[in-house]
């Protein structure tokens, strides 16, 4: 019995060894948590990246697992398929959250809650269909979305309201309709001085096709029923 215990206090000693000492708390061994120092200013905090990329996980990891000086959080090429309320709240120094390559089509309502510094949030190459308003909940300091690779055909009236300083948008979709429901996509992109993608290709209706969103006038955004 002793023997054996004192066998799992070696373990557990060569795995606090072996797994990156900035994150300590977290019992994924295939994450990493890379901790960058500034060159030049040592003082300054540690900035820690946690990444865990392609490592089968089903669901976001428990923020309190994670050192709360995390600045990236790298969850691409995984098999997580809900967003719930405040999956990542307590990461208030997060700038940036890659979410790329999942199986995400259910973001509640403040998924994003709390990720009040948050920069770049990559959603793309997902199965998200339905956007709302309060999924960007808090995310008033983000300047680049990539919502691209999604399944959604259209985006409702005010749905990027929350994000006030947001510059890029990328929203290619093999399913994007272009007709005077995205007309105020286009006339809030250009208010705001918010960069469409080049990306951002219509693939309906067919006189449109293929035409980027931001190169086309409002008057181009028709719902008259025609089907051409
Ligand atoms: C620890 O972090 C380094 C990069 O700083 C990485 O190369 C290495 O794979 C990590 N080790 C573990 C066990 O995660
Ligand atoms: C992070 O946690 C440490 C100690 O647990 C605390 O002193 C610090 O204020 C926290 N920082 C943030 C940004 O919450
Ligand atoms: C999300 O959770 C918070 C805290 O539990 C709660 O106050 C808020 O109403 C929830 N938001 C939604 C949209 O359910
Ligand atoms: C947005 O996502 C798509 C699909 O993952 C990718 O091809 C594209 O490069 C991304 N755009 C930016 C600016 O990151
Ligand atoms: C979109 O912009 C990128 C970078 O600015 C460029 O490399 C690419 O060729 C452009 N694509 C199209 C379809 O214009």
């Not at 669901?59 to 709360?68: G, R």
């Not at 995390?70 to 090429?77: C, Q």
């Not at 999956?87 to 995400?104: P, T």
């Not at 920069?119 to 680049?144: H, P, Q, V, W, Y």
Request: charged content about 20%; aromatic content about 6%.
């Amino acid at each position: 019995m002793q023997l054996l215990s004192l066998l799992c206090v070696m373990v557990a000693f060569w795995k606090s060894c072996l797994t990156n000492r900035s994150c300590p708390d977290l019992i994924i061994d295939s994450c990493h948590c890379p901790a960058e120092r500034s060159k030049q200013l040592s003082r300054l905090p540690v900035r820690i990246k946690v990444v865990c990329d392609d490592v089968e996980l089903m669901d976001t990891l428990q923020p309190s697992f994670l050192p709360n000086q995390t600045v990236a959080l790298i969850l691409s090429n995984n098999k997580i398929s809900l967003l719930r309320n405040g999956s990542f709240y307590g990461m208030a120094a997060l700038e940036k959250l890659d979410l790329r390559n999942n199986l995400i089509s259910t973001v509640e309502p403040g998924a994003f809650r709390g990720l009040v510094a948050l920069k770049k949030l990559d959603l793309s190459n997902n199965r998200i269909g339905c956007l709302s308003a309060e999924m960007f909940l808090d995310l008033g300091a983000l300047s680049k979305l990539n919502l691209s690779g999604n399944i959604f055909s259209t985006l409702t009236v005010g749905l990027f309201s929350h994000l006030a300083a947001l510059k890029v948008l990328h929203l290619a979709s093999e399913t994007l309709y272009c007709d005077c429901q995205l007309e105020w996509l286009l006339l809030w992109a250009r208010a705001n001085a918010v960069r469409l993608g080049n990306d951002t290709v219509c693939r309906y209706p067919t006189h449109l096709h293929g035409l980027q969103l931001r190169h086309l006038r409002e008057q181009q955004l028709r719902c008259d029923g025609r089907h051409d």
